[in-house]
């Protein structure tokens, strides 16, 4: 005899918000998807360790499927691909629609670049025969998370004459790497009164290059000049070319399985790299969708999106215009019938730490990829708040295609705050929520994700492109 459920039993499964581990809703076939998926995404981590990596790495990975370089003056048809470069820092890939261009496009944006220490323009100094470098922290760093761990310098360096050189050291397993130092706890007694924030101040976070004399002749700066003459040798250039370099510093960490059964991916730049890399390869799946589809790989949006390369610029809307007009149509007519995902990622919550979110709308690990409707600070202020809408949309297509996903907000009210590029997206009249992976420990040097939630970010932009 089966127990009959009571009224009340009944009508609470039918009311209520029913919230599930995504790991209990997968058939085995699924997870097998889901972990081979970031297999290749863990190699991404690796090989895109800075804005430029991740652009080239995305070119590539395009090219491979057929995307051709964007020609503003070639008129395209449906099924074409094409990917647009914006001086190596940020990335447009369209894949052309079979419907008219007039009745809008799908935009998932998503950005490359990462918090991170940047060399200063003059960085090379010697200081009691150790030679350093000086940096100014990019984007919004824990400052005493950086010293201590192995570091490599990756970026462009151009000569004199204007030739250019790429860096990469401290990722080969035979590459020396680098660290900022900091002091033993037995002389930290005044250090350790400072605040967290301050703990490690910013011109503290000095890098450690060299420790070797050049020979015994007597000149001063014989360390300093022994790392240069390894510069000079390596890469043809002295002191004066790291005016016009740019050079970060980021962790050698490589991106690795967290915890004993698999579950989860740690490693640097996961923000944003992580929506990126889902949002790039459902671009790369786009066969001949009914809607142009445009992933954008953005730069600069750590700080604000600026620049020419970062979202607040003209670049996107300067391709929908040339679109627009080999379509016959006009930019604000497209813009205005166009949606976005903002794909950013969001705060998973960490029980460790459980006072900074509201339990009832947080996201969590394993709970599928995260809808937020609003980001900001302080009453909303400065971020986009989704119309009810275009929620209404995405909630529909993600259920009928079996994307596992939930519901987040950026920590509990009045505690802190934050924005992504969806406020600019919207200013350009697009219909745009954020869409993204929920992170731990963001903007460390080891974020970590959940591989489920990874897969159904892919999973999400995929569907948003193909219905
Ligand atoms: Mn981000
Ligand atoms: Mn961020």
Redesign the pocket.
Known sequence: MSEEKSQAKLLQERLFSKKKNGMLRLSADEVKSVDSFCENYKRFLDQSKTEREAAKVSIELAKAKGFTEFDPDKTYSAGDKVYYNNRDKSVILCVFGTEPLEKGVKISAA?IDCPRLDLKQNPVYESNELCLLKTHYYGGIKKYQWPTIPLALHGVIFRADGSRVNVCIGEDESDPVFMVTDLLPHLAQEQSKRTLSEGIKGEELNVLIGSRPFNTDEVSEQVKLNVLSILFDKYGIVEDDFVSAELEVVPAFKAKDVGLDRGLVGGYGQ??RV?AYTALEAILQCDKPKTTCITVLTDK??IGSVGNTGLQSAYLKHFIFFLAEKAGTTCPMVLNNSTCLSA??SVAFDPTFPEVCEPKNASYCNYGVTVCKYTGARGKSGCNDANAEFLSYVRNIFNANSVIWQTGELGRVDLGGGG?VAAYIADLGVDVVDV?VPVLCMHSPYEITAKLDIYMAFKAFYTFFNN
Request: proline letters at 0%.
């Open positions: 950005h923000d944003d929506c949006e750590e950013d990622v992504t993204g």
